[in-house]
Each structure stands twice: as structure tokens, then as C-alpha cells.
């Protein structure tokens, strides 16, 4: 296992075939620059998974357990997967059993960075160019 900065991976670019952020996004300052990150090291044709909550009222979570955020909505999660180079290929909500106590949905995204596109390429001395096409 590797710790490392959730917003600087200790990954190179396009190394891995899956990412999953799970239940970390709304404990984040900038959760946007998390899936930009996550993105940056999928391979092409690469999976990101992400679960998270859907807009809830519990405003006791940010005292009781931290919580930044009360959860996203599918548009703003959808446009940080875009903004990242990901086309969204899934999303599924899973709401919660238990009757009215309970009341966080959880809702799962899967999207897959594009096969080609914009990546990094490197020049004659091993730097990286970037926006150039891969």
C-alpha cells in the first residue's frame, strides 16, 4: 500500500488502470482537484470510480465527523469528470434502506479517460510538453 497526497499522487501520469475515490470527495477543500489528479494518472481507456453523497441536509456531520461538504450534485460531479478529460459512461444512486432514519444516498460514478486526446509527451530531454497530443 502507498499514502500519499490526495491531490498530488505519488503516480506517474498515465499509469493506472482504475482509480476509486471512495467517500473521501466532501471531506475535501477542492474536490474538483482531486478528480482532475485521479485523472492524471489513469491510462487512456482508464476507469475512474467515484462514490460519494448526493445533497443532503445532516449539518451535523461537519462537526461530528468532519464533513466539508454535504454531499454533490450530479451536474457538479459531472462537470469535474469533464473538466478532467473523463466521459462519464455511468452513474447510479443508491438510496439509503432503513426507513426515514435513513437519509444519505450514495451515488456511484464510473468514467473512462479517452482512449486518445490531449496528454503528455516528452521532449528529446525526457521533460514533459504538456497539451500535446498523445
Known amino acids: ?17 482504475l482509480v476509486t475515490l471512495h467517500q473521501v470527495l466532501h471531506y475535501l477543500d477542492d474536490p474538483a482537484a482531486a478528480v482532475a489528479e485521479a485523472a492524471r494518472v489513469l491510462k487512456p481507456g482508464g476507469r475512474l470510480l467515484i462514490a460519494d453523497f448526493a445533497p443532503h441536509e445532516l449539518d451535523f456531520l ?5 464533513h466539508r461538504r454535504l454531499g454533490f450534485t450530479e451536474e ?3 462537470g469535474w469528470l469533464a ?7 455511468e452513474v447510479r444512486d443508491m438510496p439509503p434502506e432503513g426507513g426515514e432514519e435513513a437519509k444519505l444516498t450514495v451515488v456511484i460514478y464510473a468514467a473512462d479517460k479517452h482512449k486518445t ?18
Open 1 to 17: 500500500m502507498r499514502q500519499g497526497d490526495l491531490y498530488d499522487l505519488p503516480l506517474q501520469d498515465e499509469t493506472a488502470d
Open 62 to 66: 461537519r462537526e461530528e465527523q468532519a
Open 76 to 78: 457538479e460531479v459531472r
Open 83 to 89: 473538466q478532467a478529460g473523463l466521459e462519464v459512461k
Open 117 to 134: 486526446g490531449v496528454g503528455r509527451a516528452r521532449n528529446a530531454t525526457g521533460g514533459q510538453l504538456a497539451g500535446v497530443k498523445a
